[in-house]
């Protein structure tokens, strides 16, 4: 997704676009064998944290509109407002109102039951994976988490960091100590890279959470940040978001979707797609590569709401 500092430039080559854009996409009925519905797609609003939600809307729109030639036999047709709050999107999964869906692992967890099983699209990027990292400085007195406490933590506000809650929460269960709202004196959501990383090099803030990708630009914009800042503690793989296929869906209207999916990048408009991501592709996982991100959600759920049964959207 894009980064902060990109945002500009990149706003203003999609609204240059926007007027393609804005007609509304006209159904069209598929001619094949077999008439098929249109596959009715929705993005989970939480999927573009720190990105321009218009920008991004104008450009699935074009994507849509130029990703899908008659070759392909597959109708898309996206909700109006594509973005959907995290509420909505899980409620029109479970109605079976959207088919195919852009959503965090957290939304996935609760529609799992309802997810294909075999067919999983993840940014390249994701493909093994993503870490976060805790930063403090080097000349701090901070060698254990347990020194935090009392302490103000910085966290990027970034679609990759949807899980740094689920990590930090359980991971303080684990060694016994408070929940992160009540062990930290503070913590403080920051959009740009260089808010969360520079006050804590300059000894202004004491943490600074980010993904460890993030954490790396950071230094190869500066590689003084990397001398003088170091993780104290770093996260499990986690897989942050994923697009998932309704296991109801037409095979081959799915089939042909995840191949357009996978040649976007041959295409400008998806070129444009993925740059929001600051991505270059989509790979193909089967859901149970997300078996250790999810297994974090239930736990994280389990802490947060003990009382809570069994969930419907077990993988």
Known sequence: MMHPSTRISRRHSLKLMGGVAAAALAPRLCQGENERKPLKMAISADTLIGANIDDARAAYRIWIQEAFPRSLQVEIDIVPEIFLSSEEIVSDIRKGTVDCFGVNALELEKVGDLTDPNRLLLLNYLADGIDYVLLVHNSSPFRK??????????????????????????????????????????????????????????????????????????????????????????????????????????????????????????????????????ATGFVVRPISAMKSTLDMVREFERLSTPQTGSRKGKV
């Open 145 to 278: 988490i347990d020194d935090l406490r009392g302490k103000q933590i910085l966290s990027h506000l970034n679609h990759d960091m949807v899980l740094a809650p689920v990590w930090l929460s359980t991971m303080f269960a684990a060694s016994n100590l408070p929940q992160p709202e009540r062990f930290f004196a503070s913590q403080t959501l920051c959009e740009k890279l260089n808010q969360v990383v520079l006050p804590v090099f300059f000894r202004r803030a004491d943490a600074a959470c980010l993904t460890r990708r993030n954490w790396e630009t950071a230094v190869e914009l500066n590689p003084q940040l990397g001398r003088d800042l170091r993780p104290l503690a770093v996260s499990p793989k986690v897989i942050p978001c994923a697009i998932g296929m309704r296991r109801s869906c037409n095979a081959q209207s799915r089939d042909s979707f995840i191949e357009s999916l996978i040649k976007m990048v041959n295409n400008p408009m998806g070129k444009q797609l993925l740059a929001l991501y600051q």
